[in-house]
Antibody, heavy 118, light 110 residues
Framework: EVQLVESGGGLVQPGGSLRLSCTAS????????MSWVRQAPGKGLEWVAN????????YHVDSVKGRFTISRDNAKNSLYLQVNSLRAEDTAVYYC???????????WGQGTLVTVSS | QTVVTQEPSFSVSPGGTVTLTCGLS?????????PSWYQQTPGQAPRTLIY???TRSSGVPDRFSGSILGNKAALTITGAQADDESDYYC??????????FGGGTKLTVL
């Protein structure tokens, strides 16, 4: 059974940093692109970042470029999102998602909440 | 900046048919955007319904179908049930590893 479990969220002050983690199981992690998708309270889904199988390519939405960095450790079956210079508008549930071969997000974690507030 | 458009809300009667659409602020949606659709209920993670325009995800009932209608992607629910009342999101693959979600459609079944 495919499982994605996020962790690392919490309350942080504006300008602060966090490292979000996603631990994968039930599939060959190194064979899939992975993504982070976020959802602000009461709002829609927003794609945040993608990373290639071996980590050699990454893509980020414009609003987080220079502040967020996606990475992975295939030996640990883990996906990460380093979030720096946090702003109030970054408050959201952050979901880890597996990218399918048909250019979709076929499995999702339950999410980890990041709250940016003073 | 690319904006993916969806109806903010829609209503359907139980047993009825509804078609939700997913468009672009400029241009047309085609199969090369690999449109996919997700269902989300409050407090839950999204569930994948349709990918690559019209392929149903595993376990999704065949009353959910995807297509291209005119210049938009479409999700059709045939024989709507009470538990179809959810938020529905489409996402388009823009290129080079970048995706853009639509704003979502809140579907009411009543």
């Amino acid at each position: 059974e495919v499982q994605l479990v996020e962790s690392g969220g919490g309350l942080v002050q504006p300008g602060g940093s966090l490292r979000l983690s996603c631990t994968a199981s039930g599939f060959t992690f190194s064979s899939y692109w992975m993504s982070w998708v976020r959802q602000a309270p009461g709002k829609g889904l927003e794609w945040v970042a993608n990373i290639k199988l071996d980590g050699s390519e990454t893509y980020h939405v414009d609003s987080v470029k220079g502040r967020f960095t996606i990475s992975r450790d295939n030996a640990k079956n883990s996906l990460y999102l380093q979030v720096n210079s946090l702003r109030a508008e970054d408050t959201a549930v952050y979901y880890c998602a597996r990218v399918c071969s048909g250019y979709c997000f076929d499995y999702w974690g339950q999410g980890t909440l990041v709250t940016v507030s003073s | 900046q690319t904006v993916v458009t969806q109806e903010p809300s829609f209503s359907v009667s139980p047993g009825g048919t509804v078609t939700l659409t997913c468009g672009l602020s400029s241009g047309s949606v085609s199969t090369s955007s690999y449109p996919s659709w997700y269902q989300q209920t409050p407090g839950q993670a999204p569930r994948t319904l349709i990918y690559s325009t019209n392929t149903r995800s595993s376990g999704v009932p065949d009353r959910f179908s995807g297509s291209i209608l005119g210049n938009k992607a479409a999700l059709t629910i045939t024989g709507a049930q009470a538990d179809d009342e959810s938020d529905y999101y489409c996402v388009l693959y823009m290129r080079s590893g970048i995706w853009v979600f639509g704003g979502g459609t809140k579907l009411t079944v009543l």
